[in-house]
């Protein structure tokens, strides 16, 4: 990598989150790979994100989206696992019904994500569909080697259904960071 790239992301941490758009285009979009964080198992996850939030002075609710790791590369690049060619969600009463009122948005606009209080111990999620609920919970438990986990600012996304939300910053800005498990860096 670049020497100046390499200290241009050193002082990035530091920096304000607005500074994501010219950063990203900088650099042609390899800001994602700096964001990458690799764990040796999923416990560890919630306190290394509380640390990285912190330390940036981060007050926002997060967006969790878990994905296969074999999308890594693609994660790393595009800030999304998602492609155009990505099968839209379509669960009665959950997700956004794009058959009856199409928004003309590509698959790779949209995620679905789990709403996030990343300033409670355990992480709470929240669940806002009709209840309005909120539950302390662990998103890693059903995590194995194989998932990664990407996690995004709330504020660089809209969200229009239970747990579909539309990008409304491009996926690298929205993109905090990138977490996988040690021995995935070979999916890179």
Known sequence: MNPFLRAEFKTFETRDLLEWPR????????????????????????????????????????MFRNFDVGRLKLVLSSGTDRTKDSPLWRADDFDYDHTAQPAGKSPDEIVYVHRVNPHTAPFTVLNLGEEHTAAQEDLTEQLGPYDGVSIYDSACLER??????????????????VYSLRGDEDQE
């Open 23 to 62: 950063l990203a285009r900088r650099t042609g979009g390899q800001v994602a790979e700096e964001k990458h964080i690799v764990l040796n198992d999923w416990g560890e996850l919630e306190d290394d994100l509380r640390q990285r939030l912190k330390g940036r002075n981060f007050t926002r609710m997060i």
């Open 160 to 177: 229009v259904a239970y747990n579909e939300h539309w990008f409304i910053r491009s996926p690298l800005e929205a993109l905090l960071f």
